[in-house]
């Protein structure tokens, strides 16, 4: 497993590991935040805050995540296209 691990992160372009290095501790500590807040508070907290907690966090996610799709598949088309051309 650890071998595994070593493999996949060498093997990394060098703009991966920034995006693992910078924001997975800033992401981790967020959630490390959003889980004592609701673990802790949970009784305290109101309807409203309960939609705006979803509002701020799956919302924004869910658009992120449906970007990143979006451009995967566009450059995934381009690379598709770049072989075909290179091929003919």
Avoid: C
Avoid at 51 to 56: E, H
């Amino acid at each position: 497993m650890v071998i595994k691990i070593k493999n996949w992160w060498a093997n990394l372009k060098s703009y991966d590991k920034f995006f693992f290095i910078t924001f997975i501790p800033a992401i981790v500590f967020t959630l490390w935040g959003l889980s004592d807040l609701y673990f802790n508070y949970f009784d305290l907290l109101s309807k409203e805050d309960h939609l705006q907690f979803f509002l701020r966090v799956f919302f924004p996610v869910s658009i992120a995540t449906f970007i990143t799709v979006l451009e995967h598949n566009k450059r995934q088309k381009l690379i598709k296209d770049i072989k075909t051309y290179l091929n003919e």
